[in-house]
């Protein structure tokens, strides 16, 4: 049985017991500062990139796609631009299907390094067009913001990153290579990853993924703000790089505007556009050019991108709460009786937090077949994520925030997890409790 506080947690306790503190309690979380508000970005700046990104599929046998010259003459345009406005680039080398892959990274210097917001499109297209909505909308509009961070010459309380992938087409190679190349200590200092892969579809919806609650809420205030109604993005995890850094349990979201997929007529009363045809009907086709972008949608997202790297880029992290974690591995039966890991909470007084914040680390190859809940000292549960039959993708490693406000911080509070459906089995790796 491995238990453990954080060195904070200990520190603090040391302290106590020497005398030197009237309490244990840690200190009071200090709520984000007032955030820095983002300037406007200008579409017409967007779609000059765009316009670049078709004349280099022009130019290079019509497509920007991975191990053609298209795509590297696509990194090299993004890359001068950023040397030029004062980044420090990186150029990540891969191999995929034989040919050289590229990955683009740009950090804006400044900021705490331990506290890392990272923003990212993929740059490649399919061979068999230019990719100006998928994915040229999406880069070009991080390499707006990552100009406009310049143009403001940006003090962050965050390190701002910034990154353009190969291959997300083949399967999100270049940002599985990113994250896979991070080592654990690295991934531990991201406070999020922000992906926009195809942001200007002709016939746009106002999607938002749903993901962390911190990143949605900022995307949903600001389309709130400007008064365009969105829907949570639902064409299912591991379709972008996102997926990449949330397997590894960075909080990640984004935004999109829809693909192969039909407009309802509701969506269409909601957001105007046509209803029964595709958000975007030259997805993976030829006719994927710069006439294949809604300049509203583009300019829309675009915006909310700045809105979120200045909003969650410039506010004061909070700090670090105090983790109580166990580590010891769980066999779950298949298929069989519920098994619990527990953390015994000591030392705090009063009630739990509002946000409690329930970290989950479980290894399955069906995740579909778990239940998983949370169990205060008291034995009131706390439903943390349901059965699935149809959601088959590997591990449950995220992080729920439990409204934990009625109960005790003291005592043994558990992890229960039962899987509820035959064949495919795990194990609760880690889970943690941060208050
Ligand atoms: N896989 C992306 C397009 C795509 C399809 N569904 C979603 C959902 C969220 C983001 C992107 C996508 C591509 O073809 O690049
Ligand atoms: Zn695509
Ligand atoms: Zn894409
Ligand atoms: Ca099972």
């Not at 850094?245 to 105007?272: C, D, E, H, Y």
Request: hydrophobic share 40%; with cysteine.
């Amino acid at each position: 049985m491995t238990l453990s506080v954080s060195r904070r947690m200990a520190a603090v306790t040391a302290l106590a017991v020497a005398g030197l503190l009237a309490s244990a309690a840690p200190a009071a979380t200090a709520s984000p500062a007032a955030a820095v508000a983002a300037p406007d970005i200008p579409i017409a700046n967007v779609k000059a990139h765009l316009s670049q990104l078709q004349t280099i599929a022009t130019n290079n046998g019509g497509n920007r796609a991975h191990g053609r010259a298209g795509y590297k003459a696509s990194i090299d345009y993004v890359k001068a631009k950023l040397d030029a406005a004062g980044f420090t680039t990186s150029l990540q080398t891969f191999t995929s299907s034989g040919a050289t892959g590229y990955n683009l990274i740009a950090d804006w210097p400044g900021g705490d390094p331990n506290s890392v917001l990272m923003a990212g499109a993929h740059l490649d297209s399919v061979s068999s067009g230019a990719g100006i909505n998928d994915n040229g909308s999406g880069s070009a509009a991080v390499l707006e913001t990552a100009l406009a961070v310049s143009r403001a010459q940006l003090q962050p309380t965050k390190h701002l990153r910034f990154g353009w992938w190969g291959a997300e087409e083949l399967g999100l190679v270049g940002s599985k290579h990113y994250v896979n190349q991070l080592p654990a200590a690295e991934r531990s200092k991201f406070s999020g990853y922000l992906n926009f892969d195809m942001i200007g579809s002709p016939n746009p919806g106002y999607f938002v993924y749903d993901d962390d609650p911190a990143i949605e809420k900022t995307f949903k205030d600001y389309f709130a703000g400007i008064g365009v109604p969105t829907e949570i993005e639902t064409e299912g995890d591991g379709r972008s790089d996102h997926a990449s850094f949330k397997n590894v349990g960075i909080p990640v979201g984004g935004l999109f505007t829809g693909a192969s997929r039909t407009k309802s007529a509701a969506q269409a009363q909601k957001w105007g556009g046509t209803s029964g045809q595709a958000f975007d009907r030259c997805y993976h086709s030829s006719c994927d050019t710069t006439t294949n972008i809604n300049d509203t949608a583009l300019d829309r997202n675009s915006d909310a991108i700045a809105h979120a790297v200045w909003t969650l880029g410039t506010e004061t992290p909070v700090p670090p709460g105090d983790v109580y974690e166990n580590t010891a591995d769980v066999a779950i039966p298949d298929n069989g009786a519920a098994v619990t890991s527990t953390v015994t909470v000591a030392g705090r007084t009063g009630n739990a937090p509002a946000a409690l914040k329930v970290g989950v680390d479980i290894k399955h190859t069906w995740r579909g077949d778990l239940v998983v809940d949370l169990l205060a000292p008291d034995g009131t549960a706390y439903r943390l994520k349901s059965s699935s039959s149809s959601d088959s993708a590997d591990n449950v490693i995220a992080t729920y925030t439990v409204n934990a406000s009625a109960e005790a911080a003291n005592g043994a509070w558990k992890l229960r997890v039962q899987d509820v459906a035959a064949q495919d089995i795990g194990k609760i790796d880690s889970w943690k409790l941060t208050f």
